[in-house]
């Protein structure tokens, strides 16, 4: 998988690009990743990246030119193999659609993408327009700028990708995953056994592994019930509930 990146603070991807699942990834050659700054795409002394809004308002706005600049040298060093026009182009924004596991195993199942990061009050909409294929949000708040977004999607798909994960960090038992059904992962605990007068559930120190399992599942229906009752109302229509997890909802009256 490659990723490309245009942003004003290329700096702020060696954070995915080095530490961490992702920076392991990254040095195992399992995806690479080339950051492109618009400013590098200016022609004037200046170095000019951003001008004031038409129409008047509060702050600047980016200019679209050094981002199709930069964004065509992006497209251009993947090579058109595979179709450089089969890319997505990703726009953070607020206004995208809600960035979810099912995206996150889209990207890491395929080439990779380019995620343009808008900075000051936003982007010249005429890029937009002609250029991205794709906005997408992470919820509702507004940031000021969209490389923590991307960065945010770039981990979800990396830790995916086969060999990402050793068994010390496994996917295994992740929230939203195959094993939990979609469901809310259970509660974790670890040495030492007393924490601050708090114990363990003894279950988990009973070395009975099928136990273990059922309570695990309880909990994690019976939290996600609490919690994220659309999580766990997807679960059902999507047939990932078996008759011993909808015995035990009712158990609790839900
Ligand atoms: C901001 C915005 C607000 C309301 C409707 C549409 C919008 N688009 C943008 C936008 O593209 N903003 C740029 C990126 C420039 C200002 C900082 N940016 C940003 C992205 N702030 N917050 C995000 C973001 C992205 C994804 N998920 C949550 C927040």
Sequence with gaps: MRIDVVSLFPEMFSVVGDLGVTGRAHRLGLWSLHVWNPRDYTHDIHRT????????????????EPLEAALDDALAH???????????????SP???????????????????????G???????????????????LGDFVLSGGELPAMACIDAAVRLLPGALNDRDSAKQDSFNE????????????RPE????????????????????????EQS?????????DLLEKARREGRLSKKDEAFLRSLEL
């Design 49 to 64: 990246v951003d001008d004031r809004p038409y129409g008047g308002g509060p702050g600047m706005v980016m200019l679209a």
């Design 78 to 92: 993947r090579g058109t193999r595979g179709g450089s026009s089969s890319i997505p182009v990703i726009l953070m």
């Design 95 to 117: 206004a995208g659609r809600r960035f979810d596991q099912t995206m996150a195993e889209e990207l890491a199942s395929g080439p990779g993408a380019v995620f343009i990061c």
């Design 119 to 137: 900075r000051y009050e936003g982007v010249d909409q005429r890029f937009i327009d002609r250029r991205v294929t794709h906005e997408v949000s």
């Design 179 to 190: 094993a939990t059904s979609g469901l809310l992962d259970s509660p974790h605990y670890t």
């Design 194 to 217: 007393l924490y601050h007068g708090l114990g363990v559930p003894e279950i988990l120190r009973s070395g009975h592994h099928a136990n273990i399992a059922v309570w695990r599942r």
């Design 221 to 229: 229906l019976a939290l996600t019930a609490a919690r994220r009752p």
